[in-house]
């Protein structure tokens, strides 16, 4: 299980919780298990999103692994100019 | 209503062009004798990419109508070598990474050969003022003034 | 890829400052840009643009115009067919108006004619019949339940309700107990701020030429920070397969994020499609300005609590951003990096975005963390006056360092806020004497950086040269220190590697150069290319001598026997393996395909004395000094040039640069004489003070270094202003009337 840290303004759809757990072990199994458990997520996911492993940050990469005491940011997705 | 017949020089070759009553010096350097490296960054003479020089004197070619090139001299960014070597000034330009984007560096480095060719010894303050025609969006002017400074020291010595 | 540290570099191109390969093409005038290409049978394409701020588009009468001798294509949004995405339909409607002309500016029809003269006579015989609708262009009047809707049904789920449908997404980040923090502190203060947009203001406006075969094959020539962007696109609105889309980036006079999108692209494509000719069409500068995309205008509330000592123990920030007649998405980069440079144990922030009748905004450098920094910063420098305390060594007090919960969520891994805090005291401007009406400001700043998706074919010629082909415009130098780091990495000669900016059919995709990627990400896939083409080489030098390939080794720019065991044979170079490359397997390469991650964080400082003139309101910038962590320069002129155009650009948002909108709507500066952006005689030498504190996530441990530079200068600026002129400004731009008037308040 891993922990997922959930911004502010997305925590109507996890009962308020800013971190939750999931059974995952790529970032595209966590994703996916967050808008089953928590519908409310998806659309935000859907959109785009990033996460911060261990403090890096991740734009696209379905399969880069996370261990189970892996620090996990949601994001938003990433833009520059 | 028919086009003007004009005829002038243009980094000492003579050309002859017809142009619209309206059309400007910039319009026919570029569209008519493939010498693009004047830039329309504005065509209101606030940004300085479209200098050339007339008869030796600093002007933004977009404010000049391409009739009243008729009989002058005009230089441009592509007169400013000689051939393969390049004017200290270009040279200087590229030691100094006194360029990023590129685009308003043909317009700076006509302004700034004017500037030599009337004041070979300026102050860094003349020479920030003289190029304050010229907009730089991408190096802040530092470097550009660098190299016009040490290009000008060095053509002293010479 | 990793930080190579397993032989403790140390390198012997990188971190030189040789001629970039490029520059005598640009001090000649022979590099061509946008708008220098031409094409045979090429007609003249203009767009219509409306001149109402808000109006719903009766009809678009193009009778007249069609008829017109010269006039070969004319096409509307009616010409398109609707695309599957919102993100792409928006980009389409951007370019020409769907029912609703949504700003000033906004296109509305385009023609396609065989002279300049002719086209401009055929705009002016469109007939478009509008209902004006009341407009709306302030951020804050543009949220209330009144205002009118500039697109409805647009606003995402998490929109708290009660505010106006153009309030479009809402943000929250943040930790720890604020109620708590703020009893804690000794001062607190609140502060409301605002900034006005600006735009990126590069000296080149958007220039295409396109071709559209009537069997469906396109090829585009376009000034743009992303060729792969610009083809999948258009291929997207013309309903075309990517690979029949070429699309070649011209050498591009500016970008700054500015051209990460594209205006008027597809209309090209359809006038070309439509007439069977090739369409070119170059905007003017008043276009540029009023249809592109400036940045955003901010409004935002801050409020900060402080011990005596300097210790920040809460810290709340409310971030409302205007972004156009389209959905944007910058309050969240806004809203997480405001307090990033900060360990704090409490801290929130909350971000709305918000639709207005204004052009549609596109990123500049580092999109929504100036304004934001801006505002924290301001308050922080604010209550080190009232408190007597040293701004820097505030700064250095609560500093955000290794294993610090950021204020936007992740704990952060080894960053240079600290060493560049360090330099900025340890420096000479730090403790130089100011004199009467004279200021000193400081301000911190950070961006995120990213890798992204990236493509590189290295080849080695016969005669033992390189050529690097990547897929990145070069916007700021970056073909020099790519083709530093092949010739790091391959052991040869900086002059022996050739690197180029290949079409969109050349390599597969690569990412916008934007995110300060191209050094970080395109440097990454070059060297893992050159480690390739090392491994083939070592191969056949290996068959060559009749030995196991693992028994050979690369050093120097030469194959070599790893040791006397493997056998005694003088070194093979590059040049001599490639000499033989078609007689011992054909000829060779490396390349790499794949997503860089790991880029990285960047923060860095900036100091400026300033003084203002206190008759005039006007300021003058004195001394100018910017410490910034770049992980290891490659070219250091290069990121001392983005340090110093990045500043200066600040500066100009600071004290000049905003766009003016009347009662009208409609926008009264589209032009470099009244959007004032600084010049040469506005300035002093910018110092730029380099840091390197390796990434450990690239070969060499580079960082990107491109947009940091814009963030600190806003708060920087004002600091020192409002110091220098005894009284706290609290609005951008801060032009001479405007600190008039606030020094004249002040004395009453």
Do not use: I
């Given at each position: 299980m891993v922990k997922v840290t959930i911004w502010g303004s997305l925590q109507a759809a996890t009962d308020g919780r800013g971190e939750v757990e999931v059974d995952a072990k790529t970032t595209r199994e966590l994703l996916t298990q967050l808008s089953q458990i928590y519908p409310g997520l998806k659309p935000q996911i859907e959109r785009g999103v990033s996460l911060a492993i261990d403090g890096e940050i991740y734009r696209d990469a379905w399969f880069t692994p996370i261990k189970p005491d892996s620090e996990v940011i949601l994001m938003p997705y990433m833009q520059g100019g | 209503m028919s086009r003007l017949h004009v005829n002038t020089r243009v980094n000492g070759d003579s050309v002859d062009f017809l142009c619209e009553p309206e059309e400007t010096l910039l319009d026919v350097l570029r569209n008519q004798m493939d010498l693009t490296g004047a830039k329309e960054g504005c065509g209101t003479g606030d940004c300085g990419a479209c200098s050339v020089t007339l008869n030796g004197r600093l002007v933004c070619s977009c404010l000049v109508l391409a009739a009243e090139a008729e009989g002058q001299e005009i230089g441009t960014i592509e007169g400013m070598a000689d051939g393969e070597t390049l004017h200290p000034l270009q040279q200087r330009f590229l030691d100094h990474a006194a360029l990023q984007c590129g685009i308003c560096t043909p317009g700076i480095l006509i302004a700034a050969k004017a500037l030599l060719e009337k004041n070979p010894n300026p102050s860094e303050t003349e020479v920030r003022y003289w190029l304050a025609g010229n907009l730089c969006?991408?190096?802040?002017?530092d470097k550009i003034i660098r190299a016009v400074m040490d290009t000008a020291a060095e053509m002293a010595e010479a | 890829m990793a930080l190579d540290d397993s032989n403790k570099r140390d390198f012997k191109i990188v971190g030189t400052r040789p001629l970039r390969p490029d520059g005598v093409d640009k001090v000649t005038g022979r590099a061509l840009y946008g708008a220098d290409l031409s094409a045979p049978g090429m007609l003249v394409g203009k767009i219509l643009r409306s001149p109402h701020a808000h109006a719903r588009i009766r009809s678009i009468d193009t009778s007249a115009a069609r008829a017109?001798?010269?006039?070969k294509a004319v096409v509307t949004a009616e010409d398109f067919d609707p695309v599957g995405d919102d993100f792409t339909q928006d980009i389409l409607d951007n370019c020409l108006a769907r029912g609703k002309a949504l700003y000033d500016g906004h296109g509305v029809a385009a023609i396609a004619a065989t002279s300049e003269k002719v086209a401009r006579l055929a705009l002016k015989l469109i007939v478009v019949d509008y209902e004006i609708l009341p407009h709306v262009t302030d951020v804050d009047a543009a949220m209330r339940p009144d205002a009118p809707v500039v697109l409805s049904g647009r606003a995402q789920e998490n929109v708290p309700a009660g505010l106006s449908e153009n309030v479009t997404s809402y943000f929250e980040f943040g930790h720890g107990d604020l109620e708590a923090g703020f009893a804690k502190a000794d001062k607190i203060i609140e502060r409301s701020f605002k900034t006005a947009a600006t735009h990126q203001g590069y000296i080149e406006p958007h220039a295409c030429l396109a071709t559209m075969a009537a069997d469906g094959r396109a090829e585009l020539w376009c000034c743009t920070q992303g060729p792969y962007m610009v083809r999948d696109v258009c291929a997207a609105i013309m309903g075309l397969d990517s690979s029949q889309m070429r699309v070649t980036s011209s050498e591009i006079g500016g970008g700054f994020g500015g051209k990460t999108t594209v205006f008027i692209e597809p209309v090209a494509l359809a006038l070309s499609h439509k007439s069977g000719r090739p369409v070119k069409i170059v905007m003017s500068r008043e276009e540029v300005f009023r249809a592109t995309g400036p940045t955003v205008s901010s409004s935002t509330d801050v409020k900060i609590g402080m011990t005596a000592d300097g210790r920040i123990t809460a810290g709340q920030a409310h971030l409302r951003y205007q972004g156009g007649a389209f959905p944007c998405g910058t309050v969240e980069f806004g809203a997480q990096s405001a307090f990033a440079p900060y360990d704090l144990d409490a801290v929130r922030t909350l971000g709305w975005n918000v639709l207005t009748n204004r052009p549609k905004e596109a990123a500049y450098?580092?999109?929504?963390?100036p304004m934001a920094i801006y505002a924290v910063e301001s308050v922080v420098d604010e209550l080190c006056q009232i408190l007597s305390l040293d701004p820097l060594d505030v700064r250095m007090k609560n500093a955000a360092k290794k294993g610090t919960l950021s204020s936007y969520g992740p704990t952060f891994n080894e960053i240079g806020l600290m060493a560049t805090l360090e330099a900025a005291k340890a420096h000479p401007h730090y403790s130089a004497p100011l004199g009467p009406n004279q200021g000193r400001g400081l301000s911190c700043g950070f961006w995120f950086n990213f890798g992204g998706n990236t493509c590189v074919s290295l080849n080695v010629n016969t005669d033992g040269t390189v050529g690097v082909t990547e897929g990145n415009p070069d916007i700021g130098g970056s073909r020099a220190s790519i083709g530093m780091m092949a010739a790091e990495e391959l052991g040869i000669a900086y002059d022996k590697i050739r690197t180029i900016v290949a079409d969109t059919s050349s390599l597969g995709h690569n990412d916008v150069t934007d995110g300060s990627r191209v050094t970080f990400s395109v440097g990454l896939a070059t060297i893992d290319a050159a480690r390739g083409a090392i491994r083939e080489m070592c191969g056949r030098a290996a068959r060559i001598w009749g030995i196991d390939a693992d028994a050979v080794v690369w050093k120097d720019g030469a194959a070599m026997p790893s040791g006397a065991n493997a056998g005694e044979f003088p070194p093979m170079t590059l040049a001599e393996i490639a000499a033989s490359s078609h007689s011992t397997g054909g000829p060779i390469a490396g390349h790499h395909e794949g997503t860089a991650d790991g880029a990285g964080v960047s923060f860095g400082v900036h100091l400026v004395d300033v003084e203002t003139d206190m008759e005039t309101g006007a300021v003058k910038v004195l001394r100018y000094s910017i410490f910034q962590d770049a992980?290891?320069?490659?070219?250091p002129s290069y990121v001392e040039g983005q340090m110093q155009g990045g500043a200066v650009q600040g500066i100009g948002w600071a004290l000049n640069e905003e766009y003016i909108y009347g009662e009208d709507g409609r926008?009264?500066?589209?032009?470099f004489l009244d959007y004032r952006v600084p010049v040469a005689s506005d300035l002093p030498m910018i110092e730029p003070v380099i840091l390197e504190i390796p990434n450990p996530g690239h070969p060499y441990g580079v960082r990107g270094v491109g947009e940091t530079p814009i963030v600190p200068p806003l708060a920087a600026i004002s600091n020192a202003v409002s110091r220098s002129a005894g009284v706290r400004l609290a609005e951008l731009p801060m032009s001479p009337p405007k600190v008039l008037k606030a020094i004249k308040a002040a004395k009453a």
């Open positions: - | 969006r991408c190096t802040g002017y | 017109l001798d010269g006039v450098r580092a999109p929504g963390a992980g290891k320069a490659v070219h926008l009264q500066n589209a032009g």
